[in-house]
């Protein structure tokens, strides 16, 4: 095997079949070593430890400066490579993944939720339409004259007591009459 990283040769022989089954070949990749810079000390602020990769029939470029060493950050970028090269396949070919699947199923449940919660008897939003605006003044209007009525009937049972004053009235009509001998004493 041409690729040697400073992996177990299990992980390494799992990315070749990755690799060949995506149609990734070596010659596809322009791969170029930087500085990475960061967590590593000595190391990475020396050594070109960061790994950038160019798949050149798809455009996918990858950057990786995970670890300090770059045999592992070779490794790594190449596993990155094949994720996006399948992420990017299962989306042209219309394939859903597990993950997505998942999401899909529990927005689903919780729009289903939702929908029954709203639409037990008695309870949440009713949907208020145009009209129903309109029946809702109108008894906010009826309901106002009503109020309007019991007023007037309660203050004709009251001058039934034979002008008798409640403490209310007595005290308003007190401070009327203060006010008025202000305004006089003004003038």
């Known amino acids: 095997m041409a690729l040697r990283f400073p992996v ?5 022989q799992k990315l070749a079949e990755r690799m060949d089954f995506l149609q990734i070949r070596e010659s596809d990749l322009e791969e170029s070593f930087t500085r990475s810079g960061g967590k590593g000390g000595q190391n990475v602020n020396k050594v070109s430890t960061a790994v950038h990769i ?9 950057k990786c400066s995970l670890y300090r ?4 950050n070779r490794y790594k970028a190449r596993a990155i490579l094949c994720e996006k090269v399948e992420e990017r396949n299962s989306k ?5 993944s597990e993950s997505d699947r998942k ?3 529990n927005k ?5 939720r939702k929908k029954e919660k709203y639409s037990r008897k008695g309870k949440g939003p009713v949907p208020v339409s145009s009209i129903d605006e309109e029946n809702f003044l109108e008894s906010d209007f009826h309901s106002a004259e009503t109020n309007q009525s019991d007023v007037e009937e ?3 049972q009251k001058a039934g007591f034979a002008g008798e004053e409640t403490e ?3 005290r308003t009509s007190e401070k009327t009459s203060g006010y008025d001998s202000l305004d006089q004493n003004l003038n």
């Open 54 to 62: 160019k798949h050149k029939p798809t455009g996918i470029e990858v």
């Open 103 to 105: 999401l899909i199923r």
């Open 69 to 72: 060493t770059q045999g592992l």
């Open 92 to 96: 042209t070919s219309g394939i859903i």
């Open 8 to 12: 177990s040769a299990e992980k390494e």
């Open 154 to 156: 309660a203050e004709s």
């Open 108 to 112: 689903r449940k919780d729009a289903k």
């Open 168 to 170: 209310k009235t007595s």
